[in-house]
């Protein structure tokens, strides 16, 4: 639920930690309650919260996009991925298999991600820290062998409770192992080809708007509000594609 709040609409949006106040709504006085959680100067700016959005809500409601790095855990971008071809390869897989051990993991994989429908999958979202867990549980089922999946036939026609539901997002620190190494790879390939894409499209704009002042016009507000927008995909994208680096380094050493 929204409102409009007189006075306290008046408050700056500072990421939590950092914000000197905070409001809720008083179940007792029925009132909205403006309370402050720092020491507050003479002349201090009063600051709150709105809380831990993605930029597509801050600059549908608010108008703008935080842009600072406390901010990527919450900020999501869409990754193009398509998992159409490696479908059909499970696919065909099974249908040429060397025997009847692993005709049926094959069937029981194919059987998993006919029920995720993988085939329709063409994306991903990742934040600064995660990635979405239903491409990344569907990119398990798609990569793991028998050893990663258990033992016994029992076991292999139950991927669901192999690589069942969690967290929407899935945190890169959680990932090791070997499965999960090969996971980061193809992650790691389609958040490249991602970043080099936002990369490029920033810097057009920005030699456009350079162009622009020096020809003495302006930025309209919609304008600078879709340039921050796109700068703060691609810091997410930057952290993120890092972060992965990072941790692909540390699994192989180890």
């Known amino acids: 639920r929204r409102v409009i709040s007189p006075l306290l609409d008046l408050c700056n949006h500072v990421h939590e930690p950092h914000a000197n106040s905070e409001f809720n709504l008083s179940a007792q006085t029925e009132r909205m309650e403006l309370i402050a959680t720092h020491a507050i100067q003479r002349g201090d700016q009063i600051t709150i919260s709105y809380g831990s959005k993605p930029n597509s809500h801050f600059a549908c409601f608010y108008g703008f996009v935080p842009m600072d790095e406390a901010m990527l855990e919450h900020n999501r971008v869409v990754v193009p991925c398509s998992l159409a071809n490696a479908v059909q390869d499970v696919r065909t897989r099974g249908q040429h298999a ?46 793991a062998t028998p050893s990663d999946v258990g033992s016994s036939e029992a076991e292999w026609n139950d991927f669901a409770q192999a690589f069942g539901p969690s967290e929407n997002m899935i945190r890169v620190a959680e990932l090791s192992g070997m499965l999960d190494l090969k996971i980061m790879d193809v ?68």
Do not use: W
């Open 98 to 143: 060397g025997d009847e051990g692993q005709a049926r993991f094959e069937a029981a994989r194919l059987a998993e991600l006919e029920r995720r429908n993988a085939e329709a999958i063409d994306r991903f979202e990742i934040s600064g820290v995660g990635i979405s867990s239903c491409f990344l549980n569907t990119l398990r089922v798609l990569l």
């Open 187 to 254: 992650v790691l390939e389609s958040c490249q080809t991602m970043r080099e894409a936002l990369e490029e499209h920033v810097a057009a704009v920005e030699k456009r708007i350079e162009a622009m002042v020096q020809d003495g016009g302006s930025l309209s507000p919609a304008q600078a509000l879709a340039l921050d927008y796109t700068r703060a995909q691609r810091k997410c994208v930057r952290s993120f594609v890092s972060l992965l680096q990072t941790r692909l380094s540390l699994i192989t050493r180890g």
